[in-house]
């Protein structure tokens, strides 16, 4: 948590979202730092799996307390890794109007590829 604020705070990334949702693309782009915005997407999307992978064992263990299952799990780990690979590559290139806009439409892109990619893989092994 800590290091997801320091990120967020040394990228100017609060500034960049403001000047980006007032249409002011030039200065989203100057107000922001690319070498601290390059870690926001690794930071942020571990620490989605790291809670993806604690909500998994704390269902685990109360299956095996003999508590029930819910009925609705997420298996979605291919969607964060393709999110992060996406907001990564979609800021650095930044081939939209601001890195803010390209970061979330390639992460947005990669993450449902990535899911994509996980459900023909876990479909094939079911065969």
Same mark, same amino acid.
Not at 11 to 17: D, E, P, R, T
Not at 36 to 44: E, I, Q, T
């Given at each position: ?56 064992? $704390? ?40 890195? $803010? ?7 947005? $892109? ?18």
């Amino acid at each position: 948590m800590i290091w997801e604020i320091t990120v967020n705070q040394m990228s100017n990334l609060n500034w960049a979202v403001h000047h980006f949702l007032r249409g002011e693309w030039e200065q989203s782009l100057a107000v922001v730092n690319f070498h601290w915005l390059l870690y926001y997407p690794s930071v942020f999307t571990f620490d989605l799996f790291l809670a993806y992978n604690k909500a998994r064992d $704390i269902n685990y263990e109360l299956e095996q307390r003999g508590i029930p299952r819910p009925e609705k799990i997420s298996h979605y780990p291919g969607f964060f890794w393709g999110l992060m690979f996406g907001m990564t590559c979609g800021a650095s290139w930044c081939f939209l109007t601001s890195p $803010i806009a390209s970061g979330l439409v390639a992460g947005v $892109i990669c993450g449902v590829g990535g899911h994509a990619i996980q459900w023909f893989s876990k479909r094939r092994d079911d065969f």
